[in-house]
Structure formats: structure tokens, C-alpha cells
């Protein structure tokens, strides 16, 4: 099964990057299933929330009797400042490295917007406009994945109007009719698997990853990262934090350790690393953030880098209340944690896959020499 060909074909044309897509073009140009590529990388960004000032470009519908209103419209004043300059930096950054290197797609990892729209053509309107600026800097004829994030349904009619943007969209980029709260497809020799965090049931995560034993890697596309983050009173909403989820979570944490999953989240503002061992195998996942809000937040200096430190920092601030529960969601993990990075920072990253391994280069801000590179399997 084929995608984009007409974009291929036009990209075969472009000097920057021009021999690679040429490349593309030859095999099978879609995702789906593709032959694809043994060795590939992967432009990675995590959450955008891509907003435009002033305010009543996309938030004109905002309804005001929300109790949350102060804080949202902090956030439209947030991000509508660092996408004036930083944002696209990092974003030009990331491009750049695409057209000098061999890239198969951009990988972008959930709250690709603000959402907030409270009206569901502004909301359909605020996405198609995110994704023409974020994929246009990069080589013609890449294809554009992203994952539901929770603010990319947040605000009235705003669940209907993603999903009946965002399903036709993936279809197309992946080449292969796609379905919350799960689907998959066939990188080469690879399993790629995307998902709903916020789903009430892991199972049929599970079986998508079981019903491809011979795939060489598995990645697992979450917006929130299936390791619990310990760092606020959010810890629970993440991939499997739900109480409903407790009943199947166990599978899912064995699936993905017998395969030697890689897990790729945001949802959290942060950089985060886990390598997980236990005696069903073991599996890494790498959290991103390209929300880089502060200037400052360009560093790739860690808050904490060793796995026995994992959970000091959430127990230290949350409320005594919540303790008892924190440490039996912390636990849950740590016994089989081996490796553990934590920072604040924001930037890009680049995913490189072989038979050999898998790494994940950070790149904070918008430089293009990585500060730090993570070997994920």
C-alpha cells in the first residue's frame, strides 16, 4: 500500500535532501507496511501547543465561565510569545537536520495545539494551520505523525472535531485506514504502534504489539508516558495510571518487556529517560518537550540522573494525602528502574534505527550538536 506519492514525486525535484526522497520514491512510498529502510531516523518533537497571537485568532469562541479561565488564558499568552521565535528556531533546527541526514518521518508527540478553541471549525482550522507550519520547513514528501494529546480535544465540540480531523489525517500520512484508541503499522522490519493515553482499557495495545512477533523493534507512541512521572499530582494521568487501567496494565508492562519495547511519550514539559530490566526482559522510554517557554530551558544539564533518586522529587512536594498512592504507583516501576534522566529542559530530537540500536539524540533549544544521546535499545 502506497502514501504520498504525489508528494514524493514532488520532492524528487528539491536540491535539499533531494537524493534521499529519490530514494524513498523507488521503494514503497508509504508507511504502511513499508520495505522501507533497515537503517532510518526519525525527526522527533514533543508537545508544541502551538497557539498565534493575539488571542482572537483561535480563542475569539473561549468561553469565559470556565473555572480554569485564568490559567488558560496564561497559557495563551505563553505559548503565542514563544512561537514569535523560539519555538520556530527549534523548529528551523530540527528541519535542518532532516535535509542533511536520511529521515523517514517527523514524529511529533501529542498537544501538537492549545486547543481551547471552543468552537469546532476554529478547532479543525487550528490544527490544519499547525501542521502546514510545522511540516513546512522540513524536506517535501516527509510524513507528519502526531498522537492525540489531551489538548488536542480540550474545549467545547472539541473530542469530535480533532478525531474527525485527525483520523482521515493519519490515514493519509500512514497509508492505511487508522482508529482511536489504537493502530499500528509496519516500518521495514519495525512495529509502530499509537495509542490514546488517556484509554481505559491497555489490552488491545497489547494484542497490536502480540499480533507482530517478528518485528525486529516496537515502539509505543503515547502523549502520556506509561512510566509514572513523579514530579507533580498529575503522576497518575498518564498511559495505564487509571484505576480502571490496573486490571490489564500488568500485561501491557509484560508485553512490553518481552519485546524490548521502546516507549516514546510527552505530555510532561520535561526530558525524561527510563530503562526498565526485569525478568520478562525489560524496556526503555523517552519522554520529550519542545515547549520551550523560558529562555532558559534550553540546557540539557539533568535535575536528577540516577534511578535510585527516582520519586524523591514527587514525594518531597506532594501532599501527605496523596503519598500512600504516589509510592504504590512509583513501586509499581522502580524495582526493574536501571537508569533514570530527568530535565527540564525543551528542544528537538532525532530518533536513529538499525539492527545495531536505537538512540535518541536531545538537542535543547535550537542547536543542531546534540548535548546528550540516549541509547534506547
Known amino acids: 500500500m502506497e502514501i504520498n506519492r504525489r508528494q514524493f514525486i514532488k ?7 533531494a537524493t534521499w526522497l529519490a530514494e524513498c520514491r523507488a521503494m ?13 531516523a526519525v525527526s522527533i518533537l514533543g508537545d508544541t501547543h502551538f497557539d498565534a497571537e493575539p488571542e482572537s485568532v483561535y480563542h475569539s469562541h473561549y468561553d469565559e465561565s470556565n473555572r480554569w479561565a485564568k490559567i488558560q488564558h496564561e497559557e495563551f499568552r505563553r505559548n503565542g510569545e514563544m512561537w514569535r521565535a523560539r519555538c520556530r528556531e527549534l523548529l528551523a533546527s530540527s528541519a535542518r537536520l532532516a535535509h542533511e541526514q536520511k529521515t523517514r518521518f517527523i514524529l511529533q508527540l501529542g498537544d501538537i ?42 474545549g467545547k465540540d472539541a473530542w469530535n472535531a480533532y478525531f474527525q480531523f ?7 500520512e500512514i497509508g492505511k485506514a487508522v482508529k482511536y484508541p489504537a493502530f499500528s503499522f509496519r516500518q521495514g522490519k519495525d512495529l509502530w504502534v499509537f495509542c490514546n493515553f488517556e484509554t481505559k482499557n491497555l489490552n488491545p495495545i497489547a494484542d497490536l504489539i502480540d499480533a507482530n512477533p517478528t ?8 502523549h502520556g508516558p506509561f512510566t509514572t512521572f513523579e514530579r507533580d499530582q498529575s503522576y497518575r494521568w498518564r498511559l495505564g495510571g487509571s484505576k480502571e487501567c ?24 520535561t ?36 534511578s535510585a533518586d527516582y520519586g524523591k522529587i514527587g514525594i518531597a512536594k506532594l501532599p501527605a494525602a496523596v503519598h500512600a498512592d504516589f509510592t504504590r504507583e512509583i513501586d509499581f516501576f522502580k524495582p526493574g528502574l536501571k537508569e533514570y534522566f530527568y530535565n527540564d529542559g525543551a528542544g528537538h530530537y532525532r530518533l536513529d534505527v538499525s539492527d545495531a540500536a536505537v538512540t535518541m539524540a536531545f538537542y535543547p533549544g535550537a ?3 546534540p548535548t546528550r544521546t540516549f541509547r534506547l535499545a
Open 367 to 369: 542547536v543542531t550538536t
Open 215 to 222: 518485528a525486529r523493534h516496537v515502539f509505543l507512541v503515547t
Open 113 to 154: 495545539i492549545q486547543g481551547d478553541c471552543d468552537h469546532a471549525p476554529t478547532h479543525k482550522k487550528m490544527l490544519d494551520d499547525c501542521i502546514k507550519m510545522l511540516r513546512a520547513p522540513y524536506p517535501a514528501g516527509l510524513p507528519f505523525l502526531t498522537v492525540v494529546g489531551n489538548h488536542d480535544f480540550r
Open 166 to 172: 485527525a483520523e482521515p489525517f493519519m490515514s493519509g
Open 246 to 269: 490496573e486490571p490489564t496494565r500488568a500485561r501491557l508492562y509484560e508485553t512490553l518487556s518481552r519485546r524490548h519495547a521502546i516507549v516514546l511519550s510527552g505530555h510532561t514539559h
Open 28 to 40: 514503497l512510498s508509504g508507511l504502511a507496511d513499508s520495505a522501507g529502510p533497515d537503517t532510518y
Open 11 to 17: 520532492a524528487a525535484g528539491m536540491t535539499a535532501g
Open 271 to 306: 526530558t525524561n529517560f527510563y530503562r526498565h530490566a526485569n525478568k520478562f526482559g525489560g524496556f526503555a522510554e523517552f519522554t520529550a518537550n519542545s515547549v520551550w517557554s523560558k529562555p532558559e530551558l534550553a540546557t540539557g544539564a539533568p535535575i536528577q540522573d540516577k
